[in-house]
């Protein structure tokens, strides 16, 4: 596929590196960057030839500043048109979830997602980082929930999915609610990153590294223990451990786990099919 | 409205200020106290004179010793005249469900409440801190969950919540059942608090201050995530983000955005209606 | 009962102590290991003399390296028999669903466990030391989620509780995609232990004071405690609140509330009886 | 307490019956009817003198018309004056979760509530009629799910409750959908109510009968039956039969269960302490 | 849209009609069905010119017939090529949950969808009807839960809306572990469909005109009902009451209660503007 | 396994009948038959040799009359020697645990459970029923849910299951809340059982030919169909579609299909390997 406000590559075998692209405008989010993210994580999750995939934004300044306010200006002017509340109400409901489904084909890509973030962060920066299973920074990152002062609630998933990543529900709701900035070692010490390096470079090599080894493990235990933790996020131990025992049942029955032991016996690379 | 064992004053615009009012016996719980808390939450709730509350703890040496041992006392000897087990169980559970109902008051209250903390802050202290929404500690603070010393399983939210709010389970199991007292620096390890302050008169201000930015803010943006950051702590990934688009598809139909975008670009302080 | 494989002790009262003793072999899992486990937990569970529990690995060098390999090669010939993929699974699901039974035998038990780690603690170390209440280490303990590496994806548990007991999600990804080792500070910063001792004897010494400290207290109180915690994880705070209130009417109806606040006065210690 | 638009009769020993009363206006409601009706059932719930209790209209004509036209005008009227949309939602969503706790305190009222309709039982009456625990009508009534027609989606608790109570969702949809009228016949063969008598009184009669029936038995059986019921209608087996245990391990020990066994035994009634 | 195996027509205002159209095949689905059947229903959810759909099949002899069993050969044989057992696994459950997503489009479409059957309805029939929200039958239709028949749980969504759809469980598990078949009666009397006609003419005219009754109502009222009847289906009654009140707080501000109620005095037919 | 209060017998090829054997006490309910009949599920449950299952009463008079009231009186003689209420409601606590659990090895049984009722069927006669997957009775069947007339609550399933197998809640209440009994014909109106016969031996022979028909299916259908159905019972849709989905990916991976597919075509009786 051709992205205009993307970039997607693949840096090594098997890993993808997906690139927010307006660098001049702080890879600020315009509906055609929304819709082409959506698409290609919904691409990614298919292609048997991506095990592991990165997140980040172009240029130096920014992972990404948010919503680009002059788009969403446009758009609330096209709602004014419509005859009543309920109607705009309506409008305004599906507009939410359709951005909201951008955001959440990448929890529910099948491979897993590092998201590398690095100088503005802001916003839509964080509902983004938390659909990625894994977090990194660079030192001089620079955090917030942004929303209340634009006189919104967060409604992209930073409310929803905060209080299940982050363990001080204290300071989900100082930040969430003051909007005030957090850096790098903040994020690291509530648990929001699990990483932190000194630069976007830096991040970026942390990031590729890491997709890079899950990459070269077996895909059939690499996604079944993604969609695994996902079931254990949001449901009872009960429940996660009867559908963990469905799951693999059938996956236990594949020729990995053969060739993953002969490889630690042998000191060899280990190859797997593609899945 | 007029409180005996509470004191409720307007520090500063939109800021309420609701503080535990027995310094002499160390702010412990008798049953006028529970009753006027719950009442005092249940109309700042409703007061749209007030976007932001602090609850503290009057007097230096406690924010609160828990319940008061003489009341609880006189109450079980009531209890004893019913004639069977089931009724006294019938007794005592709608008298637990009355007191957890004063508590959570303070979690449903529509408002932020932030719960500043000192001294002796034990038993009924955690229970009690656990319906906030953010948490200051000073650094003399000795927190414990006590119950367990006096022979009961904690009944008033401490249980049900901390396993929420606090990463750390294996440390909540062990403060839970073994009682000890642990410290403010403990307690902002683990997450239990967000801020720790040099003594009550600094851990009082930083709430407060707090209080007065997030005060300044849309109340419609600041309800709305308190709201949502709720729903999110109790429900599904999937079902918080389709609630959201349906709280926010008549939330971000007001003046708010637009007056916020204006005193971002001004520089001037926005205004915001009454909700 | 006699076992094998563990050993069961009863080194204070009312503490028992069980180590897994296949020291030879690192404490691997073969059946046996497993079904004594399963069983002893169930009989400690109901034995009146038992307050708290302390669970451990023989030997210096591991608490358990996992499931013993030779053991999975032999049951995995087995299932190669059977006719058809839906029957292989259907075998493998029961054999899943019965290992995991035996570990939630720890986590249902109704008396305070207590994991101490030491030395070699990787894969199924992980899935077991999540069913304990409480996790203690020693500086010298090697963890890993280590089932990717050998083409499975974790089914003992770990990816079912693991999200809910550490606060740090992205940590809690990376570990279980990467399998990479993790050392005590790592697991104490991120909240999965919440005790590291300088060695083992130091950590056991640790995890046998807390549990003696636990049995002392009302068996009321602390069985209350864990069952309350528990619910507490997998419900909603309005549910607990609710069952937390039906359980303690009856449970307070009880002499060790009498017992604890009169030692409390008398400065002596309380006896109370069986539960 | 003395209420206006309704009547609080004791007809038998331990049965409470509460009539609607603006029989002129076919009970439609106003607000003062909201809040009495509410009263009540709050108070009966904690009144010891009462074991069951029966919800009929007043007047030959209808149950209750439903909600009253001019006062719902009013409260539009005053709803207008506020400055946008936001803050008219936030104004409604408060009005209706009012509304919706009137009708709420019948559903948690301690004591069964047998709801009798007869005549014009539209939109609202309903509603009502799904809080209750039983339903009974005269041959005569007239039932719609009203408010699609006066372009409303039903907001007071018989979208939420319907499909629940009623086995046939093709039905609920259809007569929720359409707004279509159904008859006493057509209730009964959908399981929406258990008896159909051939007029008011008849209908009456025989709620009544039933209520003291009810109140003959021991109310710590009968207000654990309720309690169950609801429990089991909104959670899985699972979780309704652990809920059970606790609840009846105090419930049982009482003595009830001897009263009714010797009143068995000797052909006699039994008489029950209050609850 | 242009199709060729459904056929997609709007015999009234604002009212749709989707004929399975293989009436050769007894309307089997292949591939190419399943994938223009979602995107029909996924095109009439955003159709602001369709306000209730009627879903039936062409042809005298067969709603449909279920699955065409030569496509799902072929499909078979495509997998074979696939290494080993997790990778046919992952292959299939990938393959499920897309034919679920064809159907689950019909639930989620935010306009009702009234089913009429008749003739051959078997396996994949109900699958398919039970994703509508109102079911119609000729009497001569001939019903089966098919699929054990076959040597396959029903895996399209018989099995998980059937327990919620219809009241009597005992029939439910009966004809769904005989797969025997049913008759017109049979389904009505357990609540499967909610009205019979003689044939399917008769039942074809019923559904149009029930879809023309309800898109004659307020599209708001009408897609809030559905929206609204879903939710109570599958959350607690607290849970639902507290949804709708967040859902109406916007959709009451719209003209149609105005409309509606002028129309009804003045007995003329209101209009509504688009949704 | 040899019982002395249950009988276990295999009439055809993959049927088992368990009869409950205290005819002279009209099958009334001691700790031997509790054990007993727990045990026995478990077993076939297991036991490949086993497809379908029926649960019947020996004896003409009763299926089975319920608690024996003699057993039950002994037990509270014992619980009266425990010092405290809160050791009392323990100890209770885990006997309706364990009796909950004896009744849940029915439910959970792999194999469909068919139940066939006759003549007096009280209070726990209804629990029991309540496990199966298929009621059928005899028309002299004398069904109630006798429990509240000794004082009690229900607290062995049927108030947890009651409301979920039965479509009518004002009756489920009513007949709950009076222990009023009603007949084949009431329960089959209202959907308790799906079958009535006219005697105890037309009732069997039709529990023994449904067992046979289902027997006679693929085992991997027909155990996947029962799992299936449960887990949509107690779930949302949602939930149940995925759960579906990764069932089936394994499960149709089996020789049944195509067994059953050819026997069909040339009209034999397919034969089923065991599972």
């Known amino acids: 596929m051709a992205y205009k406000y993307i970039i997607v590559t693949k840096p090594t075998e098997y890993v993808a590196h997906v690139e927010l692209n307006r660098p001049d ?6 509906p055609q960057l929304w819709t082409e993210l959506g698409q290609a994580f919904v691409q990614l ?30 758009w609330n002017g096209e709602m004014a048109n419509l005859p009543d509340t309920a109607r705009r109400a309506a409008h305004m409901r599906r507009h939410i979830l359709e951005m909201q489904a951008s955001l959440t084909a990448i929890e529910q ?15 839509l920066a964080v509902d983004l980082a938390c659909c990625a299973d894994i977090r990194i920074c660079s030192s001089d990152t ?3 929930v942004k929303e ?12 929803a999915r ?36 000194p ?11 890491m997709a890079a080894v899950i990459a070269s493990k077996s895909p059939v235990a690499v996604q ?39 490889s630690g016996l042998n000191k060899t690379k280990p190859r797997f099919a593609k899945l």
Chains 1, 2, 3, 4, 5, 6 share one sequence.
């Open 199 to 209: 630069n976007k470079a830096a991040a970026l090599a942390c990031g590729l590294d």
């Open 148 to 159: 209340v002062d634009i006189g919104l609630a967060a409604d992209l998933g930073s409310l």
């Open 224 to 262: 079944g223990t993604k969609e695994l933790l996902h079931h254990g996020r949001d449901h009872t131990i009960a429940e996660s451990l009867k559908y963990t025992a469905v799951w693999n049942a059938a996956a236990v029955q594949c020729d990995d786990v053969q060739s993953a032991l002969m």
């Open 45 to 74: 999750s298919k292609d048997a030839e991506v095990r592991a995939i990165v997140l980040s934004g172009a240029g130096e300044r920014a992972f990404t500043a948010g919503l680009d306010v002059v788009a969403a200006g446009e």
């Open 109 to 123: 890509c099948e491979k897993p997602v590092i998201c590398v973030m690095h100088g503005v962060s802001l916003g």
């Open 25 to 30: 405008k702080l890879n600020a989010f315009i």
């Open 142 to 144: 620079r955090f917030a």
């Open 162 to 197: 905060l209080p299940k990543l982050v363990a001080n529900h204290s300071w989900v709701y100082e930040v969430s609610l003051t909007a005030r900035e957090f850096n790098a070692a903040e994020a690291q010490a509530v648990g929001f990153v699990s990483q932190v390096q």
